[in-house]
């Protein structure tokens, strides 16, 4: 006897797929939340206990092809941004006759928020999709499942390499991106607007403090966490062969650059409601 079909009411259907989504995001941030804490933990058991080898040279080789291979673009994309702010801002400063506080938003501008960011969407395009296609390579390839055949840990020997890479090449790309965007504006401001060298130089002193400069940092450390694990995440899930591992390359791409908005605009509403700037500090 056959079961009569049951239609669903028109009016639920934006309400499960708004539930859908929900559980979608909550999955997806609880995986990362697991693989975190793997990556903690082998990191502890590695550099702190000295239970097992940290393994400094796949280390040292994910910070050469992650951090290293990516100054170059980095540096590109943020002087170019930092060209475009001078540009952009010196019409309406000008009107005020304030055409050298161009110094100041650049250097606030660089160092609290579009540095570190600039250097994480720049390195998601660089090395988070490679890092998602070399792994799910391995995943169609059954490198992963040989590994765990012999006992061998996938989040020891392939994990927390490259998030502890992503991380730290990341803070440093946000030095470089800082210093480049600041640099950049700075001619332009000086070649281009007619500010005076000095003028520029002593508005950027006195208006950046510590605290720009070290929330931006943090910012960058979490960006680069962001992407090692998402990248690692959607490479270890792959499935169906080389489709499979386009797929999981575009998702990197597209988790990740979100991801790290939506952190940015979370961080940077604490630092406002806890007063962390450097009128304050």
Not at 8 to 27: E, F, S, Y
Not at 38 to 52: G, H, K, P
Not at 67 to 85: D, F, H, K, P, T
């Amino acid at each position: 006897m056959t079961q009569p079909l049951t239609r669903t009411n028109p009016l639920m259907k934006p309400a499960m797929a708004w539930a859908d989504m929900w559980i979608d995001v909550l999955g997806f941030l609880g995986s990362l939340w697991y693989l975190l804490s793997d990556v903690v933990t082998w990191a502890w058991r590695t550099a702190i206990l000295r239970q097992e080898k940290f393994g400094f040279h796949s280390l040292t080789e994910q910070i050469n092809r992650v951090g290293i291979r990516s100054i170059g673009i980095v540096m590109l994309v943020s002087g170019a941004i930092g060209i475009i702010l001078a540009l952009q801002t010196a019409p309406s400063l000008e009107q005020f006759g304030q055409i050298d506080k161009v110094a100041n938003l650049v250097g606030v501008a660089v160092t609290r928020e579009l540095g570190p960011l600039i250097a994480a969407i720049v390195l998601t395009g660089f090395a988070g999709a490679s890092i998602a296609a070399e792994l799910g390579t391995m995943v169609v390839g059954e490198e992963i499942e040989a590994l765990e055949s012999m006992a061998l840990s996938p989040t020891r020997y392939l994990v927390m390499p490259r998030v502890i890479a992503t991380a730290s090449s990341l803070v440093v790309l946000a030095v470089i991106a800082d210093a480049t965007s600041v640099l950049a504006g700075a001619a332009t401001g000086v070649l281009s607007l007619g500010i005076p060298y000095a003028v520029y130089r002593d508005n950027t002193l006195m208006q950046l403090a510590p605290i720009d400069f070290l929330t931006g940092l943090f910012k960058a450390g979490v960006f680069g966490i962001i992407l090692g694990l998402i990248a690692c995440r959607n490479g270890l899930r792959v499935s169906g062969g080389a489709a499979g591992v386009g797929r999981a390359t575009t998702a990197t791409v597209v988790q990740t650059i979100i991801t790290i908005v939506i952190a940015d605009l979370l961080f940077t509403a604490v630092f406002f409601a806890l007063g962390w700037n450097g009128t304050n500090l």
